[in-house]
T-cell receptor, first 113, second 112 residues
Framework: SAVISQKPSRDICQRGTSLTIQCQVD?????MFWYRQQPGQSLTLIAT?????????ESGFVIDKFPISRPNLTFSTLTVSNMSPEDSSIYLC??????????FGQGTRLTVV | QKEVEQNSGPLSVPEGAIASLNCTYS??????FFWYRQYSGKSPELIMS????GDKEDGRFTAQLNKASQYVSLLIRDSQPSDSATYLC????????????FGSGTRLLVRP
């Protein structure tokens, strides 16, 4: 499986600010996704990061709040904008390998104060 | 009905026992299913994938899929304290074979 590196691994941010999370993969991948895991909850898909075009967002998530870049097949960023305490979560980058198996980066634990 | 449902647990079993984790799904998901293990503070780790009816075995793990009854299960034989974690059931979305829909997870505790 691909090696997925995410950074930062954790951060504490002030409300109203923005944080950009980076995801680097050691091989080219077609499908890359961003998930959110709120405290004590399961994973929810935020968006599909499309290379060379705008990301595809799931219901309840919008580009102004979670802008995503995917400049090439090995790298993507997710920005959490104008943060509030409700954005405190773990954000996970995921890539698909094999048939449809998804693998995850180590996650970014965000706390908004 | 949620698309993927799991009992949140905790499921407590003694060391050496078989742990049985269950998951049901709706018609809104597709036909690929996955079990992930997530230790506290860590990201999910893929344990098993299953795509067709029946059993699939990998070491101490067996995944079972029953499409007629719309359930997926994971059996862990000879459970070890190190198996204590949250187990997430996931299915591919009905509108994409790559997007995953996760259940809420079942917390497993293996007692020494």
């Amino acid at each position: 499986s691909a090696v997925i590196s995410q950074k930062p691994s954790r951060d504490i941010c002030q409300r109203g600010t923005s944080l950009t999370i980076q995801c680097q993969v050691d091989s080219q991948v077609t499908m890359m996704f961003w998930y959110r895991q709120q405290p004590g909850q399961s994973l929810t898909l935020i968006a599909t990061a499309n290379q060379g075009s705008e990301a595809t967002y799931e219901s309840g998530f919008v580009i102004d709040k979670f802008p995503i870049s995917r400049p090439n097949l090995t790298f993507s960023t997710l920005t959490v904008s104008n943060m509030s305490p409700e954005d405190s979560s773990i954000y996970l980058c995921s890539v698909v390998g094999g048939e449809t198996e998804a693998f995850f980066g180590q996650g970014t634990r965000l706390t908004v104060v | 009905q949620k698309e993927v449902e799991q009992n949140s647990g905790p499921l407590s079993v003694p060391e050496g026992a078989i742990a049985s984790l269950n998951c049901t799904y709706s018609d809104r998901v597709s036909q690929s299913f996955f079990w992930y293990r997530q230790y506290s503070g860590k990201s999910p780790e893929l344990i098993m994938s299953i795509y067709s009816n029946g059993d699939k075995e990998d070491g101490r793990f067996t995944a079972q899929l029953n499409k007629a009854s719309q359930y997926v299960s994971l059996l862990i034989r000879d459970s070890q304290p190190s198996d204590s974690a949250t187990y997430l059931c996931a299915a591919t979305s009905g509108d994409s074979s790559y997007k995953l829909i996760f259940g809420s997870g079942t917390r497993l505790l293996v007692r020494p």
